[in-house]
Nanobody, 119 residues
Framework: QVQLVESGGGLVQPGGSLRLSCAAS????????MNWYRQAPGKERELVAS???????NYADSVKGRFTISRDNAKNLVYLQMNSLKPEDTAVYYC?????????????WGQGTQVTVSS
């Protein structure tokens, strides 16, 4: 059974930091790109950060220089370190695992964790 379980969300003041974790099970984690998405109220879900199986990362322009994605293939974990948080970072953050082989793809999602940035 595939599971992605996020943790680490919460309430933080502007300028603060949080680290989100995502524990994966039920699939070969090291073969999958891992992504963090977020969805704010009334907005579409957006890709925040992604990391390839070998560790190459990409970020949305809105979080570059503030967020860092990392992964531990031995422990089946992916992290999102979020620094210098802003109120506009408030959203539900989702962990996603994705792999495409030819015309086949697998796409797994966690249940989400709430991040609220407010004074």
């Amino acid at each position: 059974q595939v599971q992605l379980v996020e943790s680490g969300g919460g309430l933080v003041q502007p300028g603060g930091s949080l680290r989100l974790s995502c524990a994966a099970s039920g699939f070969t984690f090291s073969n999958y790109a891992m992504n963090w998405y977020r969805q704010a109220p009334g907005k579409e879900r957006e890709l925040v950060a992604s990391i390839t199986p070998t560790g190459s990362s990409n970020y949305a322009d809105s979080v570059k220089g503030r967020f860092t994605i990392s992964r531990d293939n031995a422990k089946n974990l992916v992290y999102l370190q979020m620094n210098s948080l802003k109120p506009e970072d408030t959203a539900v953050y989702y962990c996603n695992g994705y792999r495409r082989l030819g015309w086949l793809s697998n796409d797994y999602w966690g249940q989400g964790t709430q991040v609220t940035v407010s004074s």
